[in-house]
């Protein structure tokens, strides 16, 4: 497809598609924006009008049967998610999805491999991944300047719901029962990627907890306060198999500016911090330390890891949005090799989401992949133990005492999507 102009459909007009998806797309002169799609006319229209758009659409169908659209780009509610990706795919398109792809790992199988028979490219809006620091912070760790990597620590923390009169958009969060997942999904789903991305491993075993910190809110709908009992807090502690190991912190009832994001990777010859946070007119940091120079010193970050016109006095909505959709029109351009961020690396961060989300309902360690230990159970291991072929920690220098992984009792009770919280109403949409 080397030389041919993109057309762009976006479905879905709402806040997070006007910040960042919109600007992106049209900023790229590889692309064009042929229709903007949303349930509500005028904010199609609204959208089509300022961003150059030839279409304004209330259907997503009517996108999917134009010749002129090569790529889909999904902006809208959670739960309309799936449906609209595996629709897309099936209409033979190239498909950006925000997060999640689906609430069930599952799901996110079935339209993946789906996208994958089909030759078709896919990505995820892990926002972050394609931030010019923590892109040239990977290089670093590929190069081996940070030597092997030993530690991951993540967090993405903000204020946006600190307020419980900032209204939740829907009340099907309201009510008792179990507490919902939240900030886990919404906040936790791009620095889990980052961490799988930068430790080049896959984690074996989570456990983790969340907690409701805010419970009565403003919900939209209704315009009243009522009990919305969601993870708005969270955190959980990993191992990699390559005995590496990571904690992961996330929150929106934080204080602190967006986006809030901020990773850290230990190694045995250096470490560095890469802070993704909106102070005094910047949005982004990278620091370095060796074990001759302990003291963290910022790194300049080389011009070319951002977009034409780019810097780190820019919002990081428009800066980091325009890497993504530059770096996937050029995947699907075949202009570079490859395809990062898709649907596969999200069938991989949502394991790990309900992994989480098992561990605290259940009050144990959860082994990983979900799939395969659900496959073990269904053999009638009853009991198992989580960790078939994981003998210990052999090859994990350091874990002595660390006797095997008892109390890893496979995932027995998954249950599904109980209780999901539909991504918390988050209209800053967060990465």
Known sequence: MAGKRLGIGVVGAGRWANWAHLPGWVRDGRCKLIAV????????????????????????RELLKRDDIDIIDVVTRDAEHFEINCAAVQAGK?????????????????????????????????TFRYSPAVRYLKGMIDRGDLGTPF?????????????????????ERTGEGPI????????????????????????????????NFVPERMILDTGKMARANIDDGDIFI??????AICSVQTSF???????????????????????????????????TAKPDDVEFREVEIPSSYYPPGGSPRESWRTLYYANLTANFASEVLGEIEGNEGNFG??????????????????????????DLQEAVGQHGNAGHTGNAGHTGNAGRAGNAGHTGNAGHTGNAGHTGNAGRAEGAGQDERQG
């Open 94 to 126: 190239h498909v950006l999805s925000e997060k999640p792809v689906a609430h069930d790992y599952r799901d996110v199988r079935r339209v993946a491999d789906l996208a994958a028979a089909s030759g078709l490219k896919t990505k995820v809006g892990f």
């Open 180 to 211: 919902r997942v939240a900030s886990l999904e919404g906040y936790g789903a791009p620095v889990i990627d980052i961490g799988h991305w930068y430790m080049g491993s896959d984690l074996t075993s989570v456990v983790g907890t969340m907690r």
């Open 238 to 243: 990993g191992e990699f198999a390559s005995g």
């Open 345 to 370: 690396d999200g069938l991989w961060v949502q394991q790990v989401i309900n992994a989480v989300e098992i561990s605290h309902h259940e009050r144990r360690w959860v082994s990983l992949p979900l």
């Open 253 to 287: 009832v934080t204080v602190g500016n967006y986006p809030g994001i901020e990773v850290r990777v230990y190694g045995s010859a250096g470490a560095a911090i890469a802070r993704l946070v909106e102070e005094f007119g910047i949005c982004e940091t990278l620091k």
């Open 37 to 60: 799609c949303d349930r509500e006319p005028d904010r199609a229209q609204a959208a089509a009008a300022q961003f150059g758009a030839q279409v304004a659409a209330t259907d997503y």
């Open 151 to 171: 530690i991951y620590n993540a967090y993405e923390q903000n204020s946006q719901w600190l307020d419980p009169m900032s209204p939740l958009r829907s009340g």
